[in-house]
C-alpha cells in the first residue's frame, strides 16, 4: 500500500542492505536450528501502552527462525503481514504473536518484499531465493500475486526471464515491489540491478537496468504519483521517470543513508526509509519533485531493521534475527 508503514529489524553478522540481501564481502550461513524460547530484542520495550489504534507497541512472534523480511499492514483486513525468508510463506501477525499463513505456494522460495494492493484485493511478493546469498546460487526473481481476500494465487511471474542474459550469467534477488494508481506494478532486483514493470495482464518488461560500472543495487522502491519511482539502495535514491526511464537520476540527498533499504510513503507524504547500517529511520521530504531530498526526522534503536510500514500515524518496526537464535518481534518507533 502507498501510505502504510512498518519497519523490520534484523540481528545478523552480514549487513543487509536493502529488503534483506547482504554484501558479496560478507558470508552468510544457514539458518540455526529453531529455538522456541522467545528473545525480546533489546530495543523493545514490552511495558510500553498500546498505540491509539490499538495495537500494542510490542508483538513478539510465536517462534523464531522463519525470518520476517518483509512487512505490510492490510488496512482493509487490519492486520500485520510479514512474509518469510525460511519457507517464502506470507502470514498474519497476530496481536498475540501467532502466526496465520495466509499466503502458501510451493513456487514461493523466499518472500522479500510484500505489498498490499488494497484498491484491486491483491497481494504481491517479491519472491526470491535466499540460496543466492548463503551459497552463491543462481536465486530467482518472481512475482507473486495473490488475492489478498483468502490467499489464492493469481498469478506467478518469472521476471528474471525478461532479460538478455544466458542462464548462468547473471544472479538474481527481487527485493521490493510497489504499484501505481493504474495497477501496474514494479519489483527490483538487488543482484541483476534492474526494474521490473509487471502489466494487468500479469506480462513482464525490463524497465530499467543499473549498468555495472554503477555501485547502486536497486532496493526498496516507492511510486510517486506524478509518474516517477524512487528508488534506494545503498546510501543513495534514484528517481525514475516511468515515461523515460533511461533519464534516471540520482536524487541530492542532505545526507547519506548507510544500507537505504525498505521505503513508504507515511501518511503527510513524507518518505520514510529504513538506513539498516545506522540502526535507524529518517524521514525525508522534497521541494523540487525529489530531485533532492532533506531528512527532516529520524529515530534509533539496537537492533537492525529492513523494512518499515504505517499504522495510523505511528511506523513500526520488525525484527526479524536473520541468524541467532532471537524471536521476531515488532515495536512501534519513536522519533527524537
Not at 54 to 71: D, K, M, Q, T, Y
Not at 141 to 153: H, I, M, P, T, Y
Not at 191 to 197: K, L, N, Q, S
Request: hydrophobic share 45%; proline share 6%.
Amino acid at each position: 500500500m502507498h501510505i502504510r508503514i512498518i519497519l523490520l529489524a534484523a540481528t545478523m553478522s552480514a549487513a543487509v542492505p536493502g529488503c534483506g540481501e547482504p554484501t558479496d564481502s560478507e558470508p552468510v550461513s544457514e539458518p540455526a536450528p529453531e529455538v522456541v524460547e522467545p528473545a525480546v530484542a533489546r530495543s523493545v520495550d514490552p511495558a510500553a501502552a498500546p498505540a491509539e489504534d490499538g495495537w500494542p507497541a510490542v508483538i513478539v512472534a510465536e517462534r523464531n527462525l522463519f525470518i520476517p523480511e518483509g512487512i505490510e499492514f492490510d488496512q482493509t483486513h487490519q492486520r500485520f503481514l510479514v512474509g518469510s525468508l525460511r519457507d517464502g510463506t506470507v502470514y498474519q501477525l497476530e496481536r498475540d504473536g501467532r502466526l496465520i499463513p495466509v499466503a502458501e505456494d510451493e513456487e514461493l522460495v523466499s518472500s522479500i518484499g510484500i505489498e498490499v494492493d488494497e484498491a484491486r484485493d491483491r497481494l504481491l511478493v517479491a519472491n526470491s531465493d535466499f540460496s543466492v546469498i548463503a551459497t552463491g546460487g543462481v536465486g530467482q526473481a518472481k512475482l507473486g500475486v495473490f488475492d489478498l481476500s483468502n490467499g489464492e494465487r493469481i498469478a506467478m511471474v518469472d521476471l528474471g526471464a525478461t532479460l538478455e542474459e544466458r542462464a548462468g550469467e547473471t544472479q538474481f534477488f527481487a527485493n521490493d515491489v510497489t504499484v501505481d494508481d493504474q495497477g501496474t506494478i514494479y519489483v527490483t532486483d538487488s543482484r541483476a540491478r534492474a526494474i521490473y514493470r509487471v502489466d494487468d495482464a500479469y506480462q513482464a518488461t525490463l524497465l530499467h537496468r543499473f549498468v555495472p560500472s554503477e555501485t547502486f543495487l536497486p532496493n526498496g522502491i516507492v511510486y510517486h504519483a506524478s509518474g516517477y519511482l524512487l528508488v534506494v539502495g545503498g546510501e543513495s535514491m534514484f528517481k525514475v521517470p516511468l515515461d523515460d526511464p533511461a533519464s534516471a537520476s540520482q536524487v541530492a540527498l542532505s545526507e547519506p543513508i548507510p544500507g537505504a533499504d525498505g521505503a513508504v510513503w507515511t501518511q503527510d507524504q513524507h518518505l520514510a526509509i529504513v538506513a539498516n547500517r545506522a540502526n535507524r529511520v529518517v524521514v525525508l521530504t522534497s521541494s523540487d519533485e525529489w530531485a533532492s531530498a532533506e531528512l527532516v526526522e529520524s529515530a534509533t534503536y539496537e537492533v537492525m531493521a529492513t523494512t518499515v510500514a504505517v499504522v495510523g500515524d505511528e511506523l513500526y518496526v520488525v525484527h526479524p534475527h536473520f541468524r541467532d537464535e532471537g524471536t521476531p518481534s515488532v515495536e512501534r518507533v519513536t522519533f527524537e
